[in-house]
């Protein structure tokens, strides 16, 4: 039988782990990732660690890869550290004998060891891979979302803005961004926290479109909406790599109580395609109403991504929930002690009459969380109510009680991660 061994990366490892990507990624492949590409994705990402490259031999040969990007993502319960799965492979030659299943779960069970809540990724929908996630547990919450328009249709919302300067962003500006696309985030779960180091080298020294892939940062890359000195908001466009007949709006940021800085990149964006002689404009856009209205003659394209989640700690996800909870809420409602229960582990939390605690005892109500939903709504794609009703619940008051308590702990708001911070 032959030796099978997991480990972390050592030297050597960024030969044979980019050998490994190209021949299973073609987009690897077409990227020319090699030694030094690779080696740069931990400058480029602060959540790129070389102890994050884990690989599973064969006989002393690498024929399997799992590579963690660690998050801080915005969740309904507030803000939790996430193992970001990426670049799940297999060489061709080894593959169908269980071993990135294998790989895989042994990753998850290290970051359950150091209390990461959760563990996210992306992944094609209906494929061979998602249906080994499936079986690790991880839970499909959404499919990948982008909107498209002709040019043509894009220009008849390419309206002038008066009093408001759109030009090259500065090394000067980069605190104003930074704070923008902090206060945003707020509206929203996804969202991760990006740190300094990821704006300088991701945003400003090259444009990234992904986590792995970038391009020159060329002038009208990004630009920032500027009025009386103050910056309202920033926008990342580039020519897309894979369709080059596509502008594509990256990234788009304004002061929410600015929709006119909005409109102004908006129009900035349109104009670059026409400049560039480009077809059609593509854009990965929060869903909001303000959005939607600059957006109006944009459609809605469903991509062959998934969007997959699973809790890895449910003591360390609860706690982080407390944190965060909203103890005004709390005060308007009588106190209720809940058990928790996700795949056989519990937590127990009291919650009412301005508490928001763990707890210690008989509990007045025990509800064996249903795991899709529970998935779902720490990323807005559920609510409290569609948990309740879905989940086992043991219960000694009103179900509206329970609800009400839920509520105090857990925030829903709409998904949204922009396409740099993908992994």
Not at 13 to 24: K, N, Q, V
Not at 281 to 297: G, K, L, N, Q
Not at 312 to 320: P, Q, S, V
Not at 360 to 385: C, H, M, Q, T, Y
């Amino acid at each position: 039988m032959s030796e099978v061994s997991i480990r972390v990366y050592k030297a050597g490892d960024e030969e044979r782990i980019p050998s490994l990507l190209r021949r299973c990624f073609d987009t690897f492949n077409r990227y020319g990732l090699d030694r030094e590409k690779w080696l740069e994705y931990a400058r480029l990402n602060e959540g790129f660690k070389l102890e994050g490259a884990y690989v599973l031999e064969v006989e002393g040969s690498v024929v399997s890869h799992v590579q963690v990007v660690e998050k801080t993502l915005r969740t309904a319960a507030g803000l939790l550290l996430t193992a970001g799965i990426a670049n799940v492979s297999t060489d061709p030659q080894y593959r169908g004998r269980g071993y990135a299943t294998k790989l895989l779960g042994s990753v998850m069970e290290d970051y359950r060891g150091r209390q990461f809540p959760l563990t996210a990724l992306f992944t094609g929908f209906a494929s061979g891979p998602q249906r080994i996630y499936r079986r690790l547990g991880y839970v499909d919450v959404c499919l990948e979302e982008t909107f498209t328009a002709p040019l043509s249709d894009a220009e008849r919302r390419a309206l002038k803005v008066s009093g408001i300067e759109v030009r090259e962003a500065e090394e000067r500006d980069l605190p104003a961004l930074m704070r923008l696309y902090e206060e945003m985030g707020e509206r929203f779960t996804g969202w991760p926290h990006r740190p300094e180091n990821d704006w300088r080298e991701k945003i400003f020294a090259r444009t990234a479109y992904h986590s792995f892939f970038y391009v020159p940062r060329e002038e009208g890359n990004l630009v920032v909406a500027e009025e009386g000195g103050e910056v309202l908001g920033y926008a990342v466009t580039i020519r897309s790599p894979q369709e080059p007949d596509f502008m594509w709006l990256l990234e788009l940021v304004y002061k929410r109580d600015r929709p006119d800085a909005l409109q102004s990149l908006y129009t900035y964006a349109v104009k670059r395609a026409a400049t560039l002689g480009l077809k059609a404009v593509r854009a990965s856009i929060p869903r909001e109403d303000t959005y939607r209205r600059v957006f109006r003659e944009f459609k809605s394209q469903v991509g062959g991504g998934v969007y997959m989640v699973e809790v890895l700690d449910l003591e360390a996800l609860t706690k982080e929930a407390l944190r965060t909870a909203d103890l005004r809420a709390s005060s308007l409602i009588p106190a209720t002690s809940i058990e928790l229960r996700y795949r056989g582990k519990a937590v127990k939390v009291r919650l009412g009459d301005g508490e928001a605690t763990l707890h210690d005892g008989d509990v007045d109500a025990k509800i064996d969380v249903n795991p899709e939903e529970f998935n779902r709504l720490l990323f807005g794609f559920s609510s409290v109510e569609d948990l309740i009703l879905s989940s086992y619940i043991k219960s000694n008051v009103p179900l509206k009680r329970v609800a009400e308590a839920l509520s105090v702990l857990f925030s829903p708001k709409p998904l949204h991660i922009w396409p740099v911070d993908h992994w």
